[in-house]
């Protein structure tokens, strides 16, 4: 059968379990876009700027555990992109992008809205592709799939010269890929998985550090058998956040420069820590030469370039987390680390990090704890990037993986809201809360008319204190309370949702705070509340710069209240 | 922190375009120094064998071979530099020379058995092979009558015995052909 190749790929992407494509049409694609009539199976979601197309793909990825698929045309539809496919690649998402680009003879030489793409997301790609034949289309669907998806999960990107849109080939998908560079199965040494137990068995003062890669592997059910058997506190990472349920027992909060403070110093204390699917980040490791340097490190990772690239691994353990766990879990015998979860719990009793101060205005993390409280912790929390972001962390609950979603690597302002329409797509009867600040929230912020367009029910909270929150806050401690460039105006936030077709609420008064979210819970499609709160809040604790993670700034005792 | 050692890496990689840029994008993102980089056809059609010279501590050594294996079309990396290897390097060297000091820089050339490969009027040119203290030895002689230009290859190697120094596995090649075969 003889298709052009447009269709190949639309062959590819409903071959791939495709089942929605967010995107921006233009020049170079419109040979592609051209073909949808043909496959309607394939939902396609028009953003109103490139780089949400790529945030809300990110955000479906992380949401389904699918790959998600974004498009966009050549030139500045590529490079708007750009910083999307940067958010997953930190966070290792699975993402396959697709560009358009200028036709085959056109290449080289400066065309209209022609630029290097592949050359420009090399370093933020796992893999990418400039497809030269329509011939070679097929196999670079299969391969993009294939090495978004498996492995340490990445973005791929897939560079199409207009010309070979159209250009016909044979099509015949190939039922597997023949990479010989590229190992997507990695075996566990046993004798690694019975050092790991070793160490474990003989610790006094173990704990667990899950990461990201606990979630992305599926293994929630194995890391909690392994913590209970092995009784051994777990803190998770900001991306961690999900991979272990919070109201266990074992459960010590998230780990960092904003995490909770026993939780950094039990890593401080720890005899041993158990990496498991993460990287040793410098947000959580704080100064690398102040790091823990008495803790032997079972670093359990899919990815063997992250073992000892911060933080020297003493058993390195290279894998799949869940077969990892698997294996180790028997080999783990039942353990007791009274004493050691004894001093986890006094530190907890002395630097409780859960502490707001008594405040006439509205409070930050009484928003997020509300909205938490009424959603009885089910709730899918979207974050922008900034000190909403770590309110947001520091004070939902998330019980369930998939379901706290943020720019942790790369620290995406503006993520939140297009991230929101991924995560609701792919997740479509769920209550998606888009958790923003309004510094957040104005970089993104045309993405309402998508929301609007495709009947999207989310929930959007803007935690509006006027300022570039995070940013305010170092110049506050570091430089001199000198506020330069961070005082942000902004507009009448619900003029302009109303104006978009969503409605909305200005929330000023902390006894409205429950009833504003109740009724954003229950009313039938998008709400936004535009919470006007403290100002100057700040995000507690703090690890000082440079310093070992427990040194902290914590909330002031003079000012702390219960709630 | 264990001392800075010269490592000699050999990759083998896909001929595919872009490779070489993605290999040298890696070590420049990620501050790697790399010394000498040098790639051509390897024995397999479709494979090419990349030299590299990495100076630096073994754990950065050891960062450079992971972060190089997780490029998709890097098919093998081997870290040769305990193995017993022949490493050579070939330079190219422009020569100041008159009539008056022509058959000294000769003499010179002949002692490190290097030819002379095109003369003129005011110079010669010289080509050398060799590890590169011995490159190094010789240009230091040459120095004095002056180097007009100077090119050289960067380092390749390749382990003594039979067996290959970066051996790969018989599915990856049958891989590569298959690619070879549908790629025309």
Known sequence: MK????????????????????????????????????????????????????HAADAYARATGRVGCCVATSGPGATNLVTGIATAHLDSVPLVAITGQVDRPSLGRDAF???????????????????????????????????????????????????????????????????????????????????????????????????????????????????????????????GLGSFPQNHVLYYGMV??????????????????????????DRVTSKLSTFNSKADVVHIDIDAAEISKNVKATVPVVGDVKGVLTELNKDIEKQSHADWLNQIDEYREEHPSHEIRECANILPQNVVGTIAEVSGGEAIIVTGVGQHQMWAAQNSIINKPRSFISSGGLGTMGYSLPAAIGAQMGRPNETVWSIDGDGSFQMTLQELATIQQERLPIKIAILNNGYLGMVRQWQEFFWGKRYVATPISGPDFVKIAEAYGVPGEVVTDRDEVKASIEKATGHDGPYLLDFRIEPEENVYPMVKLGATICELFEQPKSEVKTW | ???????????????????????????????????????????????????????????????????????????????ITSESMVARELALIKVGATTATRSEILQIVDIFRANIVDVASDSVM??????????????????????????????????????????????????????RKKQG
């Open chain 1, 3 to 54: 298709l052009n190749g447009a269709q190949i790929l639309c062959e590819g992407l409903v071959k791939e379990g495709v089942e929605v494509i967010f995107g921006f049409p233009g020049g170079r694609v419109i040979q592609f876009f051209d073909t949808f009539e043909q496959y309607p199976q394939l939902r396609f979601v028009l953003v109103r700027h490139e780089q949400a197309a790529a």
């Open chain 1, 113 to 239: 809205q022609e630029i290097d793409i592949t050359g420009i997301t090399l370093p933020i790609t796992k893999h990418n592709y400039l497809v030269m034949k329509a011939d070679e289309m097929a196999e670079t669907v299969k391969e993009a799939f294939h090495i978004a998806g498996t492995g340490r999960p990445g973005p791929v990107l897939i560079d199409v010269p207009s010309d070979v849109w159209v250009e016909e080939a044979e099509f015949k998908y190939p039922e597997k890929v023949e990479l010989p560079g590229y190992r997507d199965v990695i075996e566990v040494y046993p004798e690694q998985v019975r050092k790991a137990a070793r160490a474990i068995a003989s610790a006094k003062r173990p704990i667990i550090v899950a990461g990201n890669g606990v979630i992305i592997s599926g293994a929630n059910a194995e890391l909690k058998e392994f913590a209970e058997k092995a009784q051994i506190p777990v803190i998770n990472t900001l991306l």
């Open chain 1, 256 to 281: 960092g420069m904003h995490g909770m403070a026993y939780a950094n110093y039990a890593l401080n204390e720890a005899d041993l820590i158990v990496a498991i699917g993460m990287r040793f980040d």
């Open chain 2, 1 to 79: 922190m264990v001392a800075s050692v010269k490592h000699t890496l050999v990759a083998l990689v896909e001929d595919k375009p872009g490779v070489l840029n993605r290999a040298a994008s890696l070590f420049r993102r990620r501050g790697f120094n790399i010394e000498s980089i040098a790639v051509g056809h390897s024995e397999i059609a479709g494979l090419s064998r990349m030299t590299l010279v990495v100076d630096g501590a073994n754990t950065v050594v050891e960062q450079v071979e992971k972060q190089l294996y997780k490029l998709v079309d890097v098919v093998k990396v081997t870290d």
């Open chain 2, 126 to 179: 010289v080509e050398v092979t060799g590890d590169e203290n011995k490159i190094d030895s010789l240009l230091d002689l040459l120095k004095s009558f002056g180097i007009k230009e100077l090119v050289r290859t960067g380092r390749v190697a390749m382990v003594r015995g039979t067996d290959s120094g970066s051996p790969i596995d018989e599915e990856s090649v049958q891989k590569i052909k298959k690619r």
